[in-house]
């Protein structure tokens, strides 16, 4: 039972070291908690492996003790003796515990090799959904799925590395100590003296060398960034002659990382030399103390090998723990980064899936931040769609023409009023179901990797076939993609850059068009469009029309309001009375609205 309590506390301490405790001890948040408690079920799903490393590190430490009284028979004993089946018999015993010992210390490694997977593979959904989730709502976050993901590496890293060993193996070392103060009082001291020295060495290389090792990760993540985001650029880059600037400016992030990891390294490494020179130092006074003590008569030479042994294995997880001190620092700083990362986006309880029987959208009094934002860009904005119709939005830019969008197609929420289908919140349903029941085409035309089919089914896994061409073909691409190599299985690189932006923008237009979905919201459709493109748009947005399905569309342009029943002018964030002189081949006073959609439209704080 004692044994079991003290694995236990062993596999406890491991727990605070890599996913309990903070590094910097300070007041802890509800928020931060719950993602602190994320990590810990996560990490409690191998608790029951990490006593089985436990149990292995308990024989792996007793079979180290091999070497010691090997070398005590063979110097007491067959020395003496100078009998040959006693030495023979010794080597026998030796081998085969050593092979025990190499076994046992394999095993635990591959255990902790699996526990490390284990903790990746539990977290790697919900890191990767997180990021996504906080990527959609910033668009300054488009560096944090590396970095999360990263982050999550290196705790797996540390925990599948040889850094746990030294915290299971460290309550071994009083064990040895006590040996050696059973063959002489005077080598006890001299190894406790030996593990303070070490211990002190420890403590000083954390204190040392923390802050330069979390500055260099940062300047590093720092020049990573840079170079990603002119390497996506590559062709703005090149075409606008920024290739020598943009080189210039990565290599000087670059430089600046290099000098702090180079500082970082060389104090770490000037600790971790000191530690190793000092161990084998002192296992040398052990020798050299032994050799004395022989020479009075009071110890036997077969001591003064085995208290050098004893001294080394004692403090060899110091040693482990000072060698392995950056994987550790760098476990914790990512620890620290995920649990907040996974406070900031919780996990959404799955809403109740909600069905839609109207194309019916509508927005009440929604004011809009962006998010990193701190003034609304969309102020009390108000309108309702109905089925069968469409309605434009146009303005100057930076009117808040696509944050509205955003905010109508769910992907930003609203800081205050409503945006609500069918009568129901969006926030009411799932991110699926909502894209399923509106369909998107942001401004910004964004395709991954993978064939156009799948770019049109949204990566679904098993899409239906002809729900894709159905969707390709209300876009007007199906024979555009047809002509491609290979047609609907034409593998995109990421961003498209394979196609041309018409062809491109036809795909996303097919994407928003997947499943039928009641309503379409469309920012700036016809940005790269042709005219006969054009014209398929407007014969898409007439045929939603006829389905009984309602679509917004987003632009500058009159031309693609053809098929728009009302056009809503924005004004610094602001919507004002549709105006039928903002519809193509009209002109003249403002709308007169229905009765029921007046009071929706207009703005309460004019």
Partial sequence: MRRDRDRSRRANLVWRLIGMRDADGGRRTSEREGGRAEIRAALSASRSLLVWIGLF????????????????????????????????????????????????????????????SRFQDRLDARVLGAILT???????????????????????????????????????????????????????????????????????????????????????????????????????????????????????????????????????????????????FLQSMMLGLGAWLAIRGEVTPGVMIAASILLGRALAPVDLAIGQWPVLQRALRARKALARLLAETPEEAEPMPLPVTRALLEARDVVVVPPGAERPTVWNASLRLEPGRAIGITGPSGSGKSTLARALAGVWPAASGKVTLDGAALDQYADEARAFHIGWLPQEVVLFDATVAENIARLMPDPDPEAVVQAARLAAAHEMILALPGGYNFPVTSGGAALSGGQRQRIALARAFFNDPAVVILDEPDAHLDRAGAEALDVAVATLKERGSAAVIVAHRQSAFAQCDLVFLMNDGRIAAPRNDALPGRSGEPARLPRRVRPALTDKRE
Avoid: C, K
Avoid at 204 to 225: D, F, K, P, V
Avoid at 237 to 243: A, E, H, N, P, Y
């Fill in 134 to 280: 906080r990527a959609g709502r910033s668009p300054g976050a488009r560096a944090e799925p590396e970095t999360g993901l990263r982050d999550l590496e290196a705790m797996q890293r540390f925990a599948s590395g040889q850094g746990p060993f030294a915290f299971f193996d460290a309550p071994w070392t009083p064990v040895f100590l006590s040996v050696l103060f059973v063959f002489h009082w005077l080598l006890g001291v001299l190894a406790v003296v030996s593990g303070a020295l070490l211990v002190a060495v420890a403590l000083a290389n954390q204190i040392r060398t923390s802050r330069l090792q979390a500055e260099a990760g940062e300047m590093g993540e720092a020049a990573l960034h840079a170079a990603e985001q002119f390497r996506a650029g590559g062709e703005t880059v090149r075409g606008l002659g920024m290739r020598r600037a943009a080189v210039a400016r990565t290599g000087t992030l670059r430089s600046r990382a290099l000098v702090a990891t180079i500082a970082a390294s060389d104090r770490g490494g000037g600790y971790a030399v000191t530690s190793r020179t000092l161990r084998l």
């Fill in 57 to 116: 590190s308990a024989f792996v430490n007793l079979l180290m003790l091999t070497g010691p009284l090997f070398m005590l028979q063979l110097y007491d004993r067959v020395l003496t003796s100078r009998s040959e089946a006693t030495l023979l018999a010794l080597v026998a015993i030796t081998a085969f515990l050593f092979l025990m010992m190499g076994l046992l210390d394999h095993a635990r490694g591959r255990v902790l090799a699996r526990i490390g």
